[in-house]
């Protein structure tokens, strides 16, 4: 399962690399184009949307256990983005993020592709993960512990602004 070409799947989601067809921009741009799912990522992209995904591309290139997914719903609608990759500023954490679309909350989606992706991961021998969370985002944080993730409370360590951070260790990091 290597390459940019990687595709993962659960029970109801296929995880796949974004790419820049019409269909996937115009998709990243409803998605991100949205004050309610960029308020909790600190704004909207800083670059064009083609630009976002080459650079997601490039996190894969960068080391195997990393990536940035389009998560497809069932109907085959990309509800979002699930992302796995270092922290800035940090000494090697790794980050686990989602960013979905209104219209594929409370599905779901977000838990699934996040335990998919941490599996993953883990079986490629990533030994913790971590995620941050705007305080109020109480859906984010919900996932974080439907993951079993465990919160290490509120950090300025990473984006330069207070997060709630979680992590979760590999199980056999932990045994």
């Known amino acids: ?20 067809s019409p269909a996937d921009l115009a998709r990243l741009a409803d998605i991100y184009g949205r004050e309610e799912v960029t308020r909790w990522l600190g704004g909207p992209p800083t670059v064009s949307l083609p630009e976002l995904v080459t650079r997601w591309q490039g996190v894969h290139r960068t080391d195997e256990r990393f990536g940035c997914w389009a998560v497809e719903r069932p109907d085959g609608v990309p509800g979002g983005t699930l992302l796995l990759k270092p922290l800035p500023h940090g000494v090697g954490e790794v980050e686990i993020g989602w960013h979905l679309h209104p219209d594929s909350w409370g599905h779901g989606y977000a838990t699934e592709a996040a335990r998919a992706v941490i599996d993953r991961a883990f079986g490629l021998g990533l030994p913790e993960v971590y995620a ?17 993730m465990e919160p290490l409370g509120r950090m300025c360590r990473w984006y330069g602004v207070e997060l709630e951070a979680f992590r979760l260790m590999a199980p056999d990091v932990v045994d």
Do not use: F, Q, Y
């Not at 985002?137 to 993951?147: D, K, P, T, Y």
């Open 132 to 148: 941050v969370v705007r305080p109020g985002n109480e859906a984010s944080m919900g996932v974080c512990r439907r993951l079993g």
């Open 1 to 20: 399962m290597g390459g940019e070409g990687e595709l993962l799947c659960t029970g109801r989601l296929r995880l796949r690399p974004w790419t820049t």
